[in-house]
């Protein structure tokens, strides 16, 4: 179905956004029905709602030459949760309106409030807002409101989420009564009715049907983990999929600004939205994701609400969201307007039962599967590279004169090996990753002795210390420097063994024949701000520790000799020598029966 007759400037916006139907919510508010009512409108996101709503008041804001005339006092508000919706509503309505001559400002926190208050003595037709800014405005007189003809409560169940009820209480009682009011809501709660039955006269309900077609443009996965790989996976994941934008979503700052750095350091062009940025720092981050200088964004759920960017096709779920309305939020991120997305969950067994509800809840079907191995990204990468812009762009003329040269030097394998290594040199490495399973035996999160593992280690060479000059007052933290020392040393991270971090320092293993190796490569790959050494005289034993009554076949190995040396007991209490721990005995020496100190 094509869109009905609407004012010809607003015909003309959509024809030039290439809109050829309108959405099922867009169909609902621009029926004869619904002309001159308020409006009670469940639909989720993604659904075309700031067009739906713009077509909606059009005709109580348009004159009879579907024009605006000039810019005074305003004539709609839009009221949003948050700065970036508010400000992707106001992109969204000035394109919309721009042929019939509207001036639409934004008024949300953390811009200058001096520069709002000037811009709307100025005159406006469309103001859209954040309920606090508002609220400060009308307290301020800045914001005129009795020539408004609409009011719009967008995203209303979230601001009810948020706090935010006074505030729109205060802002709907303070404009005029005989305005249209149109409220809009992914889900339609007891708080929303109540809101909707105080300050809506004779509301006409509009609940979106087939809703499930929010779904249909989405596949979603869930993706077995453990949780001390969630990092891995995310990194696989990323590569694996290689969406042109990707957003990853974190339950906490704390978790948005550690998983950020990691994938930074990893070589992704990643971005943080949080909570705790100022405004011009979230601009500059959107601006960077819309312009393709940033691939990937990590975001809370709450800084994450309106980004509407075209190239989302992935959203990962690095941690669960809390139910499957924020479930539905986020994916609703990718699949926007006919897209196709993938939503991918990362869920660790202990959370499964909690994922396969929320699921259930959003009535969407995941695939489970396995976490993305690193040879299958390799793989990928082979196939992809012959996509790539070194192959399907035209060459120069100096371009052919440098690869008749390079052929005149090298052959042509050798040219080939080298434009793979520069390709894969681009690329973030993937990482091994575990699949913990889909039977009711997991891998459990805590690491178990095992003999056979310890005598292949044994096996292999003494295990070696290493001094790193990052401790805790450098926020130095395992799962951050495990990548980092794996990377820049060349081992696996089966090769790491414990890791102690201290104040100004950390104190590492490497297990193994690995020593050697690790040495030389973080020798070549450091740098002059993080450097390591090799503690000659290894660790005491002590500080090697495993689980609850496990030593270590280092630490054994020590109190075995110790106990023959010195007639001290070994771990079975047999007395070698026949006599009692003396002064001159292991405790002199360290190995006595006194439980060792823990480093401060």
């Known amino acids: 179905m094509s869109f009905p007759s609407l004012p010809a400037p607003l015909s003309r916006a959509l024809i030039s956004r290439d809109y050829e139907e309108p959405t099922p919510v867009q169909s609902a508010v621009i029926e004869a029905a619904a002309a001159g009512r308020d409006l009670l409108v469940s639909a989720q996101t993604g659904s075309g709602k700031t067009v739906a709503y713009g077509l909606a008041f059009a005709t109580d804001l348009l004159d009879e030459a579907e024009t605006l005339g000039p810019a005074g006092a305003p004539l709609a508000l839009v009221i949003a949760p948050t700065r970036e919706l508010a400000l992707q509503v106001q992109r969204e309505l000035s394109w919309l309106y721009a042929e019939a001559g509207a001036l639409v400002i934004a008024?949300?926190?953390?811009?200058?409030?001096?520069?709002?208050?000037?811009?709307?003595?100025?005159?406006?037709?469309?103001?859209?807002?954040?309920?606090?800014?508002?609220?400060?405005?009308?307290?301020?007189?800045?914001?005129?409101?009795?020539?408004?003809?609409?009011?719009?409560?967008?995203?209303?169940?979230?601001?009810?989420?948020?706090?935010?009820?006074?505030?729109?209480?205060?802002?709907?009682?303070?404009?005029?009564?005989?305005?249209?009011?149109?409220?809009?809501?992914?889900?339609?709660?007891?708080?929303?009715?109540?809101?909707?039955?105080?300050?809506?006269?004779?509301?006409?309900?509009?609940?979106?049907?087939?809703?499930?077609?929010?779904?249909?443009?989405?596949?979603?996965?869930?993706?077995r983990v453990v949780p001390r790989e969630i990092e891995h996976v995310v990194v696989n994941t990323l590569r694996f999929v290689d969406a042109p934008t990707a957003i990853v979503f974190c339950n906490t700052r704390n978790a948005v600004r550690h998983l950020q750095a990691c994938l930074t350091e990893r070589g992704f062009s990643a971005v943080a939205l949080s909570g705790e940025l100022g405004q011009g720092e979230r601009n500059a981050a959107l601006q960077a994701l819309r312009d393709g200088r940033a691939k990937v964004c990590v975001a809370t759920d709450v800084a994450a609400r309106g980004i509407d960017l075209p190239t989302v096709t992935l959203v990962i779920h690095a941690d669960l969201p809390n139910d499957a309305e924020v479930l539905q939020h986020r994916s609703g991120r990718t699949g926007r307007a006919g897209r196709k997305g993938t939503s991918v969950l990362l869920v660790p067994a202990s959370r499964r039962r909690r994922a396969e509800q929320m699921l259930a809840i959003a009535k969407v079907n995941a695939d489970w599967d396995a976490p993305p191995t690193a040879d299958e990204i390799r793989r990928l990468d082979g196939e992809r590279m012959w996509q790539d812009p070194i192959f399907t762009e035209a060459a120069s003329e100096e371009d052919v004169a440098m690869g008749e040269a390079l052929l005149a030097q090298r052959t042509p394998q050798e040219l080939a090996a080298a434009l793979a290594r520069i390709y894969r040199s681009r690329l973030p490495a993937p990482e091994d990753v575990t699949d913990p399973g889909a039977g009711p035996a997991r891998r459990s999160e805590r690491p178990v002795y095992d003999p056979a593992d310890a005598a292949r280690i044994e096996a292999q060479g003494p295990a070696v210390w290493f001094r790193l000059n990052l401790g805790r007052r450098d926020n130095a933290d395992p799962r951050r420097l495990l990548p980092m020392l794996t990377r820049r040393g060349g081992i696996g991270r089966q090769e790491i063994g414990a890791i102690r971090i201290f104040e100004g320092e950390t104190k590492f293993e490497v297990r193994g024949g690995a020593a050697s190796r690790f040495a030389a490569t973080f020798a070549k790959n450091g740098s002059p701000e993080i450097q390591v050494e090799a503690l000659l005289d290894g660790a005491p034993a002590a500080e090697v520790k495993g689980p609850k009554g496990f030593k270590s076949p280092r630490a054994a190995r020590h109190e075995r000799v110790a106990g023959r040396e010195h007639g001290g007991k070994d771990h079975a209490g047999k007395d070698h020598a026949g006599k009692g721990l003396g002064a001159k005995g292991p405790a002199a020496k360290g190995y006595g029966t006194k439980a060792p100190r823990k480093p401060r």
């Not at 405005?137 to 914001?143: I, K, Q, S």
């Not at 729109?168 to 708080?191: G, H």
């Open 107 to 223: 008024c949300v926190g953390g811009m200058d409030p001096q520069r709002e208050r000037r811009a709307l003595q100025e005159g406006a037709h469309i103001v859209v807002g954040t309920p606090g800014r508002l609220r400060d405005h009308l307290e301020r007189r800045n914001l005129a409101t009795q020539e408004m003809r609409a009011v719009v409560l967008d995203e209303a169940d979230e601001m009810l989420d948020l706090g935010f009820r006074e505030d729109l209480e205060f802002i709907l009682s303070v404009t005029p009564k005989e305005r249209r009011t149109l409220l809009f809501s992914a889900t339609l709660p007891k708080a929303i009715a109540t809101l909707a039955e105080r300050y809506q006269r004779d509301a006409l309900r509009i609940a979106v049907k087939g809703q499930e077609r929010g779904h249909a443009d989405i596949a979603y996965r869930a993706i």
